[in-house]
């Protein structure tokens, strides 16, 4: 327990973060991964696959917030760490009566083009129903964007340095629905609306619950109102919040158009080869990211007070870290073909080539997200935005020649080239160089 209470403020609440997101995030990790077999029991191959490609296309309508989640986020922690409870209360007002407008617009427009477009031939799929996949469609849409809305409370813990409170929703959410899934296989099989309705409705629920909860009691101090909302406050939180926005749909094309590009060229089936490959191979990143989470509201506080030391120290702590996931990860891929046939069995088989594509890509990232979360942290967001323009530009053409040649193992082969080698370079020499308060022009920006 004296490791938990060692150190200044800031790190004794980053490492009690820590702990409790392991034992929180763990159970959410394990309950991921016990929900891929169980609605894999009760969706065919090519439904799952058609579920993760709907739920990925749903997930760029995540991203047009207009980054004003992080930028509320990067806003509300730097209020906090000046004691502006004023500026505080109208920062986090103004976010979410803007957000509620600007998801009711975004529905408004979008329901009228989902309802009219041929799902069939977007996801080159003929065995499900035509109305079935549009109802499927239409409600993972609507509670995404409720859940746009709810979910800012989690952005208001992390800002207070309470990731491990704002990592409760989704396992709470998951075991609901894992709940709702073995209640329905009594009563409807195999239908994918009942499935993706069953995933989709119990986080926005939770999260609601999660609003009413802190702003009664935690946050009251904070609750949003009305005559609290100020549009001075909009250019505060848009003013970064837009980079992050421009960032996010740059990265959205990249990552969320790749079940698309799988399922278009390839067929759903490769979908979910691709999918569980990802999703076993992530397992070390999930956990370093449950430990870097806390330190971007924490790096915000320590660039505000100045406090360049904390930063520098606890960086080359994290590239330690990240080493020993390295290590983790090159086991995972050694076991691989165990643990996958433990996991799923005979249903979906995985290529080794594509287990070494992932471990090669993770490895990487490992060493790379350290600087992101720097870079975030501190919002210096535009060298990386002239770099995202240049990787974007090149991911579609070559994503697209190296999946029609080498399937799912070409899209992470794309991803290695065009995405986490430049941000590793560039990334890397912009923290050196704020760091070091060398950084000018577009380094310090």
Not at 42 to 67: N, R
Not at 88 to 111: D, H, N
Not at 273 to 282: E, G, H, P, V
Request: proline share 3%.
């Amino acid at each position: 327990m004296n490791f938990f209470n060692k150190g200044n403020s800031r790190s004794v609440r980053l490492k009690k973060n820590i702990g409790i997101s392991f034992i929180i995030k763990g159970l959410s990790i394990l309950l991921g991964l016990i929900k891929v077999p169980i609605l894999l029991s009760y969706l065919d191959s090519e439904k799952y696959g058609v579920w993760l490609t709907i739920a990925s296309i749903i997930m760029w309508v995540q991203h047009f917030d207009l980054g004003l989640g992080h930028g509320l986020r990067n806003k509300f922690a730097e209020s906090l760490a000046k004691n502006d409870t004023h500026k505080a209360i109208g920062l986090v007002s103004t976010a979410y009566f803007s957000m509620a407008g600007l998801m009711l617009v975004l529905l408004l427009i979008l329901l009228p083009i989902v309802s009219i477009l041929n799902w069939n031939e977007i996801l080159n799929v003929s065995t499900i129903s035509g109305v079935e996949l549009k109802k499927t469609v239409i409600i993972v849409l609507v509670m995404f964007v409720i859940r746009f809305v709810f979910q800012l409370i989690t952005v208001v813990l992390k800002a207070d340095q309470r990731p491990a409170i704002s990592d409760m929703f989704l396992p709470i959410a998951s075991f609901v629905s894992l709940f709702l899934i073995f209640i329905v296989k009594f009563f409807v099989n195999d239908s994918l609306f009942w499935a993706s309705t069953i995933m989709a409705v119990p986080p926005v629920l939770v999260l609601m619950i999660g609003n009413i909860y802190f702003f009664k009691k935690d946050y009251k101090t904070y609750s949003p109102s009305i005559r609290h909302y100020k549009s001075v406050y909009l250019k505060d939180i848009y003013s970064l919040g837009l980079k992050f926005f421009v960032a996010q749909v740059l990265s959205l094309i990249m990552f969320s158009s790749s079940n698309l590009i799988l399922s278009k060229i390839v067929n759903p089936q490769e979908v979910t080869i691709y999918n569980i490959a990802r999703t076993y191979f992530n397992l070390p990143l999930t956990f370093f990211m449950i430990i870097l989470t806390p330190y971007w509201s924490a790096i915000t506080e320590a660039f505000v007070k100045n406090d360049f030391e904390w930063i520098k120290t606890n960086m080359n702590k994290l590239k330690i870290i990240a080493l020993l996931f390295t290590l983790g990860l090159i086991l995972m891929l050694i076991f691989s073909k165990i643990a996958f046939k433990f996991w799923v069995g005979d249903k979906v088989l995985i290529p080794f080539y594509l287990s070494i594509a992932f471990t090669i890509y993770n490895i990487i990232v490992l060493f790379l997200s350290p600087y992101n979360f720097f870079l975030n942290g501190v919002g210096k967001l535009d060298l990386g935005l002239r770099v995202a323009i240049f990787k974007i530009t090149a991911f579609l053409p070559l994503a697209i020649l190296l999946v029609n040649f080498y399937g799912a193992i070409g899209l992470v082969v794309t991803l290695v080239i065009v995405n986490s080698l430049p941000n590793l370079i560039f990334n890397t020499l912009q923290y050196k160089k704020i760091i070091n308060r060398t950084a000018k022009g577009i380094w310090n920006k």
